[in-house]
């Protein structure tokens, strides 16, 4: 039963930092991508960062610069450091885990947690 785990999400103010958590658990491989969608109302989801098992990072542009996004030891399970909020920035955030094995075709989402910036 392999499934994703999110936690961190919350309400800031403008200005203000978030810290969002994933881990990535059951049938899964350390040879991965993981990262962070989000949705805001009436919008697409979009990507806002992954990591590659190389440790390089992808983010949106419009998160470039404030946010962060690193693994643990384990390659499983990913943090992202939210820091400079505005209210663009108000979505509902999903991590995303997906294989990079060639005879593995896993991908997870999770439930998706809220952040709230106002101000």
């Known amino acids: 039963q392999a499934q994703v785990v999110e936690s961190g999400g919350g309400s800031a103010q403008t200005g203000g930092s978030l810290r969002l958590s994933c881990a990535a658990l059951g049938a899964i491989s350390s040879n991965n991508v993981m990262g962070w969608y989000r949705q805001a109302p009436g919008k697409q989801r979009e990507l806002v960062a992954t990591?590659?098992?190389?440790?390089?990072?992808n983010y949106a542009d419009s998160v470039k610069g404030r946010f962060t996004i690193s693994r643990d030891n384990s390659m499983h399970a990913v943090t992202l450091q939210m820091n400079n909020l505005n209210p663009d920035d108000t979505a509902v955030y999903y991590c995303?885990?997906?294989?990079?094995?060639?005879?593995?075709?896993?991908?997870?989402w999770g439930q998706g947690t809220q952040v709230t910036v106002s101000g």
């Open positions: 990591i590659h098992p190389d440790g390089v990072a």
């Open positions: 995303n885990y997906r294989s990079l094995l060639p005879t593995d075709s896993t991908e997870l």
